[in-house]
């Protein structure tokens, strides 16, 4: 996966899950004052209760919060990669010129344009439609077009569906390396 939005999601979750792991450990505590039986039923619903029921609250938004914004991040480099698939005039080379030539080309010279712009998605973009247009063998090189990208998104989204299950547990940063098989 692209190291870098994975990255950035996971510190972006790992910063939030702090945060709502201090108000979960309050609910908690709460819920042990509960189930220990040392309060009256009127100090739980008139302190206990208030205070534990806003904290699920809190944690609750704030978790929802923390998942969306991972989401959004997510979203934001699919929409991204896929701009890479646009063909950009600065990234033309002097290879145009064989394509415009008139000049017929053979599979050879396909596969050598191809192999001196495997780097340029639009330059191999171009060849591509080329040599379909005209019947020329590519040798096998294909454009899939940010499908790397894609994967890498719908895997976080995968990874981030499954951790919204667990952001608002108390081993919720320990499932969230696990996620994102930090050490």
Not at 34 to 42: A, H, T, V
């Amino acid at each position: 996966m692209d190291n870098n939005i994975v990255q950035t999601v996971f510190d972006t979750l790992e910063a939030r899950t702090d945060e709502i792991s201090k108000d979960v450990a309050e609910r908690d505590k709460l819920e042990e004052k509960i189930k220990s039986g040392r309060y009256s039923p009127q100090a739980l619903k008139d302190d206990i209760y208030p205070k534990r029921d806003a904290l699920r609250r809190k944690v609750q938004d704030d978790s929802a919060a923390a998942i969306d914004a991972a989401k959004k991040l997510v979203a934001q480099y699919r929409a991204d990669a896929a701009e890479l698939d646009t063909l950009d005039p600065a990234d033309i080379t002097d290879d145009i010129k064989l394509l415009q030539s008139g000049i017929t080309l053979l599979p050879r010279d396909i596969q050598a344009i191809l192999k001196r712009n495997a780097s340029n998605r639009t330059m191999t973009q171009i060849v591509l439609r080329y040599a379909k247009e005209h019947n020329i063998d590519t040798g096998g090189t294909c454009y899939i077009g940010g499908q790397r990208e894609k994967e890498n998104a719908d895997s976080l989204d995968g990874i981030i569906g499954y951790y919204a299950k667990w952001i608002d547990k108390p081993n919720g940063k320990e499932m969230l390396r696990k996620f994102f098989n930090v050490g």
